[in-house]
Nanobody, 111 residues
Framework: QVQLVESGGGLVQPGGSLRLSCAAS????????TGWYRQATGKQRELVAV???????DYGDSVKGRFTISRDNAKNTVYLQMNSLKHEDAAVYYC?????WGQGTLVTVSS
């Protein structure tokens, strides 16, 4: 079974940037669309961004204009560039593709 591994989370100040990576153990991203989700403490998991296998992208309203999802098929990796981070962006961020979830990476936004 394909595995997804997220990385790139960490502590960032408000207004800062992070780039998350989701690496797959196989060529799954060219077969299925991929989504980045996040779950903050005490809240439900929500969709942040999605990229279809054809490259179409879409974003949750709260991150439009600040986050960018992209994909490198040669590296079997999907990225989430996060700019102008806010306190409310703090959460565990998960990658999802083809029925598989990654383990998540924690993003903390604090001054």
């Amino acid at each position: 079974q394909v595995q997804l591994v997220e990385s790139g989370g960490g502590l960032v100040q408000p207004g800062g940037s992070l780039r998350l990576s989701c690496a797959a153990s196989g060529s799954i991203f060219s077969i299925y669309g991929t989504g980045w989700y996040r779950q903050a403490t005490g809240k439900q998991r929500e969709l942040v961004a999605v990229i279809t296998k054809g490259g179409f992208t879409d974003y949750g309203d709260s991150v439009k204009g600040r986050f960018t999802i992209s994909r490198d098929n040669a590296k079997n990796t999907v990225y989430l560039q996060m700019n102008s981070l806010k306190h409310e962006d703090a959460a565990v961020y998960y990658c999802y593709c083809g029925g598989v979830w990654g383990q998540g990476t924690l993003v903390t936004v604090s001054s």
